[in-house]
Every structure is written in structure tokens, then in C-alpha cells.
């Protein structure tokens, strides 16, 4: 089994304790040699300054591309290209192009009325300028809003079509169920990559919420092995063999693409990159 190309989410910090672990999480990863990282926008655009100054800080001091969030939320069109031409002008040629979230409390997804309606308006946008390398979130389970799983595949070649080169999936919790969802891609004749997004269970309670929020579906066996691993004060060691399983299955499907959810803490990232036969390559920090 080769190993495969990975690469790794952060989000920006919102405080001095969360800023130094940000960058403790870039340490730790980045010798591992990842083909590109990307930083988060918060619900509703909400870190959208902070977002811009990591991806900055994270370009200009280490050798690796850095993708960009960039949703079309609270924002006008013209505000919305100007960030990506800001991007632009500083080296960071790579844009994960994604509607976004609502702010906490406002329910549905509702277009700035001088803004960007969807995500394809936005590939479109960004595709046409000519500057950008354009990845795309997909959804291997159904999207909370999808009125069929036939709608996510169909919404994901619209913005494959619109000029996104490739797909990151929303995570998922068995490797059948990436498969499946490849399958059907494959049938709609869309011939993009699609990286499986990889979700290291820090917290097994924290992520059963999210995955609830997000429609990620929660197989009735793995509930049982984390609660019994509670008990026991093993869920780490389940968290990283549960993980490891994962991948190995899909590297074993023809995967060759692994983008891991971070979330800050690099530790259980780190340990299953390690088990996959990926080792530091040494320091990728520039000298300033």
C-alpha cells in the first residue's frame, strides 16, 4: 500500500491562547509534507479578516500552497472578488469556493442581495478571472437541504462544470460510504478528483452534534465502540485506530487523497499520518 498525498484544514484563531495553538498545529504538520493546507472562514463570514491574515502569515513562512475558504456569505460580489484578488496579490492562488453557513441563529442560507446566490455563481466568479486553482465542498452523505442524494452529485458537477478543478467531501464515518458516493459521481460523468475529507475524533460526543448539524450519518456500531471506549478510558486508542481503519480501507479503494479536519489539535492527525507510513521530512519553516 503506497501512502498517499494529504493535506490538512486550520481555522484561524480568535485569541492569543487559540493563535499559538494554530501555529503549534502548523509546526507539527508541516513536515509531514502536505500537498496543501486550507484555513476556514467561521459561520457567516464571521472570521473573514482573521482568515485572510493566516493564510497570509501560513504562505509567506512555509513552504506549502495554501488554500483559501471563501463563501459567499454577508458579503457583495465586488467585496467577495476583491478578497480573492487580495489573495491574488499576495501569492495565494488557490481557493476553496464554498457558499457557507448562516450565522448561529439565522437559519437558512439567505444571498446578500448584491452578493453571490450559490456556489456556482462563485466558481463561475473566481474561474473566470483566471487566477485560481478552485476546490469545492461535496457531500457524501446527504446535505441537510439536498431533497435527494441524486441533488448533491448534481449540484457538485454544476460547480465542476462552473470551473472547479476538484472536490473536498464533508467527512463521513465509513469508507463504503465515500465509495458509494464516488460511484455515483463517476456515473454523472464527473471526472474530477474528490478528496475524501477526514475527521480524527477528538471528542466523540462533540462530533456526534456536528455530525447531526451537518448530515454526516453516525453508523449505530461505531456509537457503541466509542461510548463502551469511554467507560474504559480508551477512546484515544480507539480514535486512532478508528481513523487509521478508515483510511487504510480507502487507500485500499484507489484513494490517493487525504485532506484531515484538524481542528487545531495535531496530535491524532499526526499519529494517523505516521501509521499510514508518512514520516517528517524535517522542518519547512522559512528563515525569516
Known amino acids: 500500500m503506497s501512502a498517499p498525498r494529504i493535506s490538512f484544514e486550520f481555522f484561524p484563531p480568535r485569541s492569543l491562547e487559540a493563535s499559538f495553538r494554530l ?8 513536515p509531514l509534507g502536505p500537498q496543501f493546507v486550507s ?3 467561521g459561520a457567516g463570514g464571521t472570521t473573514r479578516q482573521l482568515t485572510h491574515e493566516a493564510v497570509e502569515t501560513i504562505h509567506r513562512h512555509y513552504e506549502i500552497p495554501v488554500a483559501a475558504h471563501l463563501t459567499c456569505v454577508d458579503a457583495t460580489r465586488e467585496e467577495t472578488l476583491a478578497i480573492a484578488e487580495n489573495y491574488a496579490r499576495v501569492g495565494v492562488r488557490d481557493i476553496v469556493a464554498l457558499r457557507g453557513d448562516p450565522p448561529r441563529g439565522a437559519g437558512r442560507f439567505t444571498p446578500h ?11 463561475e466568479a473566481l474561474a473566470a478571472t483566471g487566477k485560481f486553482n478552485i476546490r469545492v465542498g461535496a457531500y457524501p452523505d446527504r446535505h441537510p437541504e439536498a431533497a435527494d442524494d441524486n441533488a ?3 449540484w457538485l458537477k454544476r460547480k465542476i ?23 455515483r459521481c463517476e456515473k454523472a460523468g464527473i471526472e474530477a478528483t474528490i478528496i475524501p475529507g477526514i475527521l480524527p475524533i477528538e471528542n466523540w ?18 456509537d ?7 467507560r474504559d478510558g480508551r477512546h484515544d486508542l480507539l480514535a486512532t485506530a478508528q481513523c487509521t481503519e478508515l483510511c487504510t480501507d480507502l487507500i ?8 484531515f479536519y484538524t481542528l487545531n489539535k495535531p496530535q491524532l492527525t499526526r499519529d494517523v499520518v505516521h501509521a499510514l507510513g508518512i514520516a517528517p521530512a524535517g522542518s519547512l519553516e522559512k528563515v525569516a
Open 205 to 222: 460526543q462533540g462530533v456526534k452534534k456536528f455530525a447531526a448539524r451537518c448530515g454526516a450519518r453516525v453508523p449505530g456500531w461505531l
Open 113 to 123: 442581495p448584491e452578493g453571490f446566490a450559490s456556489s456556482v455563481e462563485l466558481v
Open 39 to 41: 484555513v476556514t472562514y
Open 23 to 30: 501555529w503549534e498545529t502548523v509546526r507539527t504538520l508541516a
Open 252 to 259: 485500499e479503494g484507489g484513494v490517493e487523497d487525504l485532506h
Open 224 to 230: 457503541e465502540a466509542f461510548e463502551k471506549a469511554e
Open 152 to 154: 448533491d452529485v448534481e
Open 161 to 183: 462544470d462552473a470551473g472547479a478543478s476538484s472536490a473536498i467531501t464533508q467527512f463521513f464515518f465509513e469508507a463504503e460510504t465515500f465509495f458509494r458516493f464516488r460511484d
